[in-house]
């Protein structure tokens, strides 16, 4: 089955720690993005990359890293620099001319 | 002003009604709007999309975008329990990689 694979569901972690989530796809996409989701703020852009081993900030990058290192793969970094990093993460993939495809989210959760 | 505007709700509707949802935007370039659904702890999938003004039709749905007044509209006919989600709608420039997303507007359709 082709689509995005974002892991893990739901993640805990303590003020302080940075953590990792991951974003996986086979869809032969270019583009590449991670958005945030907060109650009531609709989707947020933090980063994308349209190519491998190039990326862009987005509106709220502040407290985020990202690397593109294969075009199937976006892992997006929560460092302790994020002070609410508390959100619905969804990370997204596209080709050109066409829209962006979602995949089914990662829940953070700062303890 | 925030670029898009979107009415958060709730929107609670019998089944059968007929479903308004709108928003407003007030970047002249956007060309490419979009309707995305989701539901409860999911990703967001394309519902509709639309180039520059008119109107699409699929099944129950029809989106209705009107660039002089920067005005969208998704209809939902004969409406189903199973159409109650989040509602958001997103647009884009032309040859931009960014979608700008509205709120989104929580649709519940009563049995």
């Known amino acids: 089955d082709g689509g995005i694979t974002q892991s893990p569901k739901y993640l805990f972690r303590k003020e302080g720690q940075n953590v990792t989530l991951s974003c996986e796809q086979n869809l032969n996409h270019d583009a590449m993005y991670w958005y945030r989701q907060d109650p009531g703020q609709g989707l947020r852009l933090i980063y994308y990359?349209?190519?491998?081993?190039?990326?862009q900030k987005g509106d709220i990058a502040e407290g985020y890293s990202v690397s593109r290192e294969k075009k199937e793969s976006f892992p997006l970094t929560v460092t302790s620099a994020q002070k609410n990093p508390t959100a619905f993460y969804l990370c997204a993939s596209s080709t050109r001319g066409e829209l962006p495809y979602f995949g089914p989210g990662t829940r953070l959760t700062v303890l | 002003q925030k670029e898009v505007e979107q009415d958060p709700g709730p929107l609670s509707v019998p089944e059968g009604a007929i479903v308004s949802l709108n928003c407003t935007y007030s970047?002249?370039?956007?060309?490419?709007f979009m309707w995305y659904r989701q539901y409860s702890r999911k990703g967001p999938e394309l519902l509709m999309y639309?180039?520059?003004?008119g109107n699409k039709e699929d099944g129950r749905f029809t989106a209705q975008v009107d660039k002089s007044s920067k005005y969208i509209s998704l209809f939902i006919r004969d409406s189903q329990p199973s159409d109650s989600a989040t509602y958001l709608c997103?647009?884009?420039?032309?040859?931009?990689?960014?979608?700008?997303f509205g709120k989104g507007t929580k649709l519940s359709v009563i049995p």
């Open positions: 997103a647009m884009q420039s032309a040859g931009s990689y960014q979608l700008t």
């Open positions: 639309t180039y520059s003004s």
């Open positions: 970047n002249s370039a956007f060309q490419y």
């Open positions: 990359s349209q190519i491998v081993n190039d990326f």
